[in-house]
């Protein structure tokens, strides 16, 4: 599934880490969302949407 | 937000690992693996000779303990990420799944006698100790095969 995870982490300035220990997930699976390997699940996609402040369909996109 | 538990922590290869959560983790399947092994290596024919009850109960035990490694471990994966979960449920599986492909396959061979069922008097797969070093054994290599796909 395509995101923009990796550019909205970018523009603040955070790294994976960060981003995965205001997730609560680890780095590698931060890591794998941003690479599209893995797809999230949806309470963490409504997480990462939470955290951003945006509608989830502005970060996840389906194919 | 609290730090999820991470498969590298019971991994000694790991720079993660952590001794505490090993054993957090597996410190019962140790005793399990302890108590089976001493009683089928260190003293098989001793053993023989002891009353009905305390063979039962050298016997048994391993089972228990097997039971609270297992509960442990619900607990341990538990408190792990999503991907983390479904990487280590994956290669759970994949070592339940071939240490019965191996001791399924291991009394096959015994029973039509091209295999000895006490390989050198020792790998018993009736054995729990060995039944568990198998299952830990595939685990490991079942992780690295599941972990691949996500790095």
Same mark, same amino acid.
């Given at each position: 599934m395509?995101? =923009? %995870? =990796?550019?909205?982490?970018? $523009? =603040?300035e955070w790294s994976q880490s960060d981003l995965a220990e205001k997730l609560g997930v680890s780095r590698q699976t931060v890591n794998a969302i941003e690479t599209e390997r893995y797809d999230p699940s949806l309470p963490l996609a409504f997480k $990462?949407? =939470? %955290?951003?402040r945006l509608p989830i369909e502005e970060i996840f996109a389906g194919e | 937000m609290n730090k999820p538990n991470l498969p590298d922590e019971i991994d000694v290869r790991k720079k993660d690992y952590s001794f505490r959560a090993d054993m957090k983790v597996n410190g019962w399947m140790l005793v399990a693996l302890i108590i089976s092994s001493a009683?089928?290596?260190?003293?098989?024919d001793q053993i023989k000779a002891w009353p009905p009850a305390c063979r039962t109960i050298i016997a048994v035990a391993p089972f228990l303990f097997i039971l609270l490694w297992v509960r442990a471990l619900t607990r341990w994966s538990r408190g792990m990420d999503e991907l983390h979960r479904r990487i280590t449920l994956s290669a759970i599986m994949f070592a339940v799944s071939a240490t019965f492909f191996v001791v399924a396959l291991w009394h096959v061979l015994a029973k039509v006698g091209i295999w000895r069922s006490g390989f050198l008097g020792v790998f018993d797969p009736n054995s729990v100790w060995v039944i568990l070093s198998v299952m830990t054994a595939s685990y490991f290599h079942g992780h690295r095969i599941f972990n691949r796909r996500y790095q």
């Open positions: 395509k995101n =923009r %995870l =990796r550019e909205l982490r970018t $523009a =603040r $990462a949407a =939470r %955290l951003f | 009683s089928d290596v260190f003293f098989p």
